[in-house]
């Protein structure tokens, strides 16, 4: 099914005779639920956008490039850099943002602007009933009643379908440059990481792989130069700095986990504290690339690691397996926090419809 | 303001909960004299009081998760409390409830720079979580005016805001994870240090819900490291179209100021006549601050008096020093007292798009004069987080009414040009018969599904946030 507007869709799940498969672009979908496909891309264009106040209202079925290519013509982009996972899922698609809003699909500029959660400042949806439900609006500051937004951000579909969200955007800073330090071990590569994040010099990126750590200041030229230059003394090394064009290359290679494409084995995605960052890679054993100063790892591990990988990360986090055989995908939630989202899903979703067995 | 009828059943059972309370907590725990009780009648919103049927002050989770059992076994209501600083009566309890307030729970329990957290107990207060970090370096963003008082279980129930988080975001955007004790006394781990979390975002459905989901008891928050400096400049203009232009071409222009406040002449007056600060006597002054090392400052400042003298504003002031830099703050920061010197007021707290900024403020001065009660704008202007105060008179009969009446048009105003009605004080009493302004039925039952999952039986906090009749099914049961 392919409703071409919000009503349609709307009209398609209150009758709905059984599971169906929510879809944006298909290019994150993660875990294996089943059922008749329910696409979103129908619903698509953009509702309102106002450059002055950082807004963008958007039907959640537009093209995620069609939304950056909107805002670029005003200088501005998404701060939370959604990442392009279609090589190491090995997807096709067109991705939208219903799907990046719906699977919180953040980038390297995390540690500093937020995730895609943080951007969200509304959501109309459509529940397993079939009914319109909004929340949030477009402002920036928002508490009245439940906020909703969050919860339906990351949610994988499993409350509703998502129609629209508002977005917070960010206007496009004059300049950009890299630290890259070489000639360090991973837990040595890594420190330096956590010493840059703990500067005052707002870095906006903090990432390792292939031997290298990366990190990255945004803004005007002369502040970009000064902060640059002291990350340098402060972290001491080999180290080089790499400006503008060069360096943004640099930050969609860690964003789309491009050095991890091509390789055959397991793909992890591993959510942790930074200091436990090397000891987890070192106990699983793999090829692994680090974003969010180490509190993200992106892991290449042999089939069948899952016992050692859950050892590795208890009580430092979690782990889900974006690509692979067997087993669960999204890791168990501890039972007093299950009884809470089963309720959830039972409300939103009675007939337990949308997106069956994705999430736990 | 309406509030349910007291349950008489609990009521008449007073003795016989209140010892059941005695028996979990210790011997100072629980406060059940009417004089000692009269401090837990209401909290900032003043106008509306109700003695407790008691207060607990509990000092652990395992103390909270027992006094919750307690009042869930004996159908008690609950009305969580942090420091009583909320200005919506989100901590105002009724005859039947018990003030579970938690402001013995206020130690630090972990501080970790590398990964840039603390761990504190959320009776803490808001300024002391900053205080415990500061030495070394780091700071927690938001920073509520009450900050001084208010404590982080409040900020966390209100989803609080302040004057800085056009940069560093509003407490859901700082807050990693919480120990949540449910009203059957279940004490759940939401998120965690790592600040993701591995399914849905409950943890992010939790922040701003009032108190009405569950108690927090302990919270990860997100620590930063302190900017090298920071600098404010005072920008006076003849229009409130223009500082309202103003605002939204710095915003356009890439530059991320950490606050822009803005104030409208009303209190402009008001705050001259008070804290004397030196202030350009023009329609509307915007206070706008940016961090940085020196040469960074001085690059934001040169970029944003650029785009100001575009504007021909009648006055472009930078501090020259720390002196200067504080006289520019004083009298925003005496806004708020200065109203006072002149009257009591109301303060409201609608958010509205930047745009429609000069539109708003224009309709407000002319139903100020239709209801005939003098209004004063001081705001978050960066993110349209307005501050209208109204002027009125308590002892005045009428008044009061007449006040509510001329903020309830305030409010539908915001949300009829796209903003809402409260930025970042939260619905609590104040605005819960205004829901259905801004929220289809729909939209508040999709709402209220999360309170049935949290807490079935509507025992916590169960009067706020949405209007009477719309829970009163849900109330019953």
Known sequence: ?????????????????????VRGGGTRTLGHAVGEVLETAGISGVELYEPGALTLVVRAGTALAEVEHVLAGERQRL??????????????????????????????RRVQAGAARDACLGVRFVDGTGTVVRNGGRVMKNVTGYDLVKLMAGSRGVLGVLTEVSLKVQAIPEAEATLVVEGLDDAAGLACLRTALGSPFDVSGAARHSGQSLIRVEGMAGSVAYRIGRLKALVGGEATVVEGEESAALWRRVRDVVPLQGKAGEIWRIVTLPTAAAG????????????????????????????????????????????????????????????????????????????????? | MQMPEPDRGVLERRAAILARLRAVLPADGLIDAPEELRVYECDALTAYRCPPLAAVLPRTTEEVAAVLRVCWEEGVPVVPRGSGTSLAGGAMPTADSVILGVARMNAVLETDYENRFIRVQSGRTNL??????????????????????????????????????????????????VTLVRMDGTVVTLGGPWGEPAGLDLLGVVCGSEGQLGVVTEAWLRILPKPEGARPVLVGFNSNEVAGACVSDIIKAGILPVAIEFMDR???????????AGYPDCEALLII?????????????????????????????????????????????????????????????????VSSLPHVLKRIG???????????????????????????????????????????????????????????HGVGIEKRDLMAVQFSAADMEAQMRIKDVFDPKWLLNPAKVFPLETSAGRRAV
């Open chain 1, 280 to 360: 987890i890679v070192a106990a699983v054993g793999g090829t692994a690339l680090w974003d969010w100063g180490g509190g993200l790892i992106w892991l290449l591990s042999e089939p069948g690691r899952g016992a050692e990988v859950a050892a590795a990360v208890a009580g430092k986090g979690h782990a889900t397996l974006v690509r692979g055989q067997g087993g669960p995908v999204f890791p168990p939630e501890a039972p007093e926090v299950a009884a809470l989202v089963a309720g959830l899903k039972a409300r939103f979703d009675p007939r337990g419809i949308l997106n069956r067995g994705m999430m736990g």
């Open chain 1, 79 to 108: 701060a939370f850099e959604p990442p392009d996972l279609r090589a190491i899922l090995g997807r096709e698609g067109v991705s939208t943002i219903g799907g990046v809003v719906a699977a919180n699909g953040s980038g390297p």
């Open chain 2, 128 to 177: 002391s979580v900053t205080g415990a970090v500061e030495a070394d370096g780091f700071f927690y963003a938001p920073d509520p005016s009450s900050q001084l008082a208010c404590a982080i279980a409040g900020n966390i129930a209100m989803n609080s805001g302040g004057a800085h988080c056009l940069k560093y975001g509003v407490t859901t955007n700082n807050l990693l994870g």
């Open chain 2, 366 to 424: 002319e139903m100020s004069r239709e209801f005939g009660l003098d209004v004063g704008n001081v705001f978050h202007a960066g993110d349209g987080n307005m501050h209208p105060l109204i002027l009125f008179d308590a002892n005045k009969p009428g008044d009061l009414e007449k006040c509510e009446a001329f903020g309830a048009e305030i409010l539908k105003l915001c949300v009829e040009v796209g903003g809402c009605l409260t930025g970042e």
């Open chain 1, 1 to 21: 099914m392919r409703p071409s507007s919000e009503a349609e869709l709307a009209e398609a799940v209150a009758g709905a005779a059984g599971p169906l498969l």
């Open chain 2, 289 to 353: 601050e940016v961090e940085g090392s020196e040469a960074e400052i001085s690059e934001q400042l040169a970029r944003i008096r650029q785009i100001a003298l575009a504007h021909d504003p009648v006055e472009f002031r930078e501090a020259e020093d720390e002196d200067q830099a504080k006289r520019i703050w004083l009298g925003r920061k005496s806004a708020f007292g200065a109203m006072g010197q002149i009257n009591d007021y109301m303060c409201l707290d609608g958010t509205i798009p």
């Open chain 2, 266 to 276: 009303p209190c402009i007056r008001a705050t001259e006549a008070f804290a004397k």
